[in-house]
């Protein structure tokens, strides 16, 4: 494996792994003003939300890795410490690409990129009237982490209002991840869509400690033919299901079948039902797979 020691290796250099490998990263479209009320709106990758009472979000603005300058935005949240933060969706990345254009102080970013402005309701930098979601935000404290080109500066955020818009949201009133189409920040010039066939579910563990990998019958566990993500999802059970736990599933016609092509090899026979287990986890048939692998 390539090893790389950050204080060996030229910032750019670690920079470009540092974005490649931490990714996808979310976006912050921060909007910001001056003390003079100059509007500024660049987007930012170095970004995340770490609580929700009181609802907290930090991006940064870190210092340029070329030259050491600070950004508008850093400037401005320290002469007025409100922010909007604003998605980005795929409707709207190309826009927001023109807006993170170095443009010198005052030049406004919404009137360049070609975004219409939203008053807010409890701070002074406007929401950006495209993007579906904006949360407006105070500044609670803004923490340097170096002086060097590339030096971190976390603004740290608690959000006072949150919009949302009524097309992004699911008849249950939750935001819809397909209906959202954000995009996030890759390394490079790369950018990803999160939606469509991007999406996929991972059952999250019950309330109770789940089985694990160690706790798989020794056959599943050192199967040649499951992955770890086969594993994961057949081990993300309280206890090791019995036959009482699957009476209801049926799955008695495929191992019917698999007897009568494989019955008289039983490693062919086993490694048979491994495969159709392995089907049936990539349909998130669980509860099918796990009772084709003990019947089997």
């Known amino acids: 494996m390539l090893i790389v020691d950050p204080a060996e290796v030229p910032v750019p250099r670690m920079h470009g792994y540092l974005l490649s490998a931490v990714a996808p990263r979310p ?3 921060a909007s910001t003003v001056d003390a003079a009320g100059n509007a500024n709106l660049s987007p930012f990758s170095f970004f995340n939300a770490f609580g929700s009472r009181p609802v907290t979000l930090v991006f940064s603005p870190a210092r ?3 030259d050491n300058t600070v950004k508008n935005t850093l400037d401005n949240v320290r002469e007025v410490p409100e922010v909007v933060i604003n998605v980005v969706t795929y409707d709207m990345v190309q826009q927001a690409n023109v807006a993170s254009s170095e443009y010198p102080k005052g030049i406004d970013e919404f009137v360049k990129a070609g975004f219409s402005k939203l008053p807010s309701l409890r701070v002074r930098p406007w929401r950006v009237a ?6 407006e935000c105070k500044v609670v404290e ?5 002086e060097q080109g590339g030096g971190a500066n976390l603004v740290i955020c608690e959000v006072l209002l949150m919009h ?16 959202l189409d954000l995009v996030a920040r890759m390394g490079q010039d790369f950018y990803c869509r999160a ?7 991972v059952p999250k563990p019950t309330d109770q400690p789940a089985l694990g990998l160690d706790g798989l019958p020794e056959a599943i566990r050192n199967s040649v033919v499951l992955s770890g993500n086969d594993l994961g999802l057949l081990a993300n059970v309280e206890r090791l299901p019995t036959a009482e736990d699957l009476q209801d599933v049926t799955v008695e016609p495929l191992l ?26 990539a ?10 692998l003990l019947s089997g």
């Open 27 to 29: 976006i912050a479209f």
């Open 142 to 146: 803004i923490k340097s982490m170096g």
């Open 283 to 292: 349909e998130s048939r669980v509860r099918e797979a796990w009772k084709l």
């Open 130 to 135: 495209e993007s579906p979601v904006h949360m």
């Open 64 to 66: 340029r890795v070329r």
């Open 256 to 281: 019917d079948e698999l007897r009568r092509r494989f019955g008289n090899d039983a490693e062919s026979f086993q490694y048979q039902c491994h495969l159709a287990a392995k089907r049936l986890l």
């Open 195 to 201: 939606s469509g066939a991007a999406l996929f579910r």
């Open 164 to 179: 949302i818009a009524d097309r992004v949201l699911d008849a249950q009133g939750r935001i819809d991840p397909h209906k």
